[in-house]
């Protein structure tokens, strides 16, 4: 099913992480802190909109990296529904701090994927379908 690829040594997974790390601190600071707080200023809604699409969208710079069109077509898919749950949590926590994190984290566990039937068909269902659950249960539970 792929498993985990532990294939590396450790001055590559710590540059791997690293740069992961800077990846999803750069890119919330785009998305989720410059453009969300410059639209929310005037449609909170808008705003998450907006995000959400541009940080999806934002991922078709993978073609140019060489990715395939379809897998990038599914990065895209999940990374909307990723942005809209960066979104939510930012206007119910009014932090950015957990973004960053989750963020961070999530493309440094992405050196350990190996390619299969989890990764092609299961992850992207699963990174889509979670954040999008856990967006409707925060927008539920948590009142601004």
Known sequence: MGGINLDYKLNEVLFYMLSMICV??????????????????????LAVIITSLTFGVGHIINL?????????LVQICYALATGYMF????????SLWPC?????????????VVEGVVTTYIGPIVLTVVPILYSIYLNK???E
């Open 24 to 45: 999803g601190f750069l890119e919330e600071i785009i998305f989720r802190g410059f453009l969300f707080k410059m639209i929310s200023k005037d449609d909170l809604k």
């Open 141 to 143: 539970t948590i009142k």
């Open 100 to 112: 960053i994190i989750t963020h961070s984290i999530v493309n440094s566990l992405s050196l350990f």
């Open 64 to 72: 140019f990296n060489g990715s395939s069109l379809i897998p990038t």
């Open 87 to 94: 979104a939510i949590i930012l206007v119910k926590g009014k």
